[in-house]
C-alpha cells in the first residue's frame, strides 16, 4: 500500500515537474523578447536624442520605462519558477531516497 502511494506521490511530482519546465522554457522565450524590446527601446531613443527631438525624446523615454518594467516582472516570474523547479526537483529525490 505504501509503495503504490509513494508511486503514485512521484507520477504526479513527476507531472508537475513537467509542468513547470514547460512555463520555464515559455518564460524563458518571453525574457529573451523583453530584452530585445528593451534594447530596440533604448536604440530608438539614443536616435531620438542624437537628432534632438524633445517630443520623441520624452515619449520614447517612457516607453523605455515601461519596457523595462515588464522585463522586471518577466525576470521575477522566471526566477520563481526556476526555484519552484529545484524545489519540486529535491522532494522528488528525497522521495525516491525514502523509498529506497
Same mark, same amino acid.
Given at each position: 500500500m505504501e509503495t503504490e502511494l509513494r508511486r503514485r506521490e512521484s507520477? +504526479?511530482?513527476s507531472? !508537475? #515537474?513537467? @509542468? #513547470?519546465? &514547460?512555463?520555464s522554457a515559455l518564460l524563458r522565450r518571453t525574457r529573451i523578447r523583453a @530584452? &530585445? $524590446? +528593451? =534594447?530596440?527601446? !533604448?536604440? #530608438?531613443l539614443v536616435e531620438a536624442e542624437r537628432q534632438? =527631438?524633445?517630443g520623441r525624446i520624452l515619449a520614447l523615454s517612457a516607453q523605455l520605462d @515601461?519596457? *523595462?518594467a515588464a522585463y522586471c516582472? +518577466? #525576470?521575477n516570474a522566471y526566477v520563481i519558477?526556476? *526555484? !519552484? $523547479?529545484n524545489d519540486e526537483r529535491r522532494a522528488i529525490l528525497q522521495a525516491l531516497s525514502g523509498a529506497a
Open positions: 507520477i +504526479v511530482s507531472a !508537475r #515537474l513537467a @509542468e #513547470l519546465y &514547460e512555463c @530584452e &530585445e $524590446i +528593451v =534594447d530596440e527601446a !533604448r536604440t #530608438l534632438g =527631438d524633445p @515601461e519596457a *523595462r516582472k +518577466v #525576470l519558477i526556476c *526555484r !519552484r $523547479i
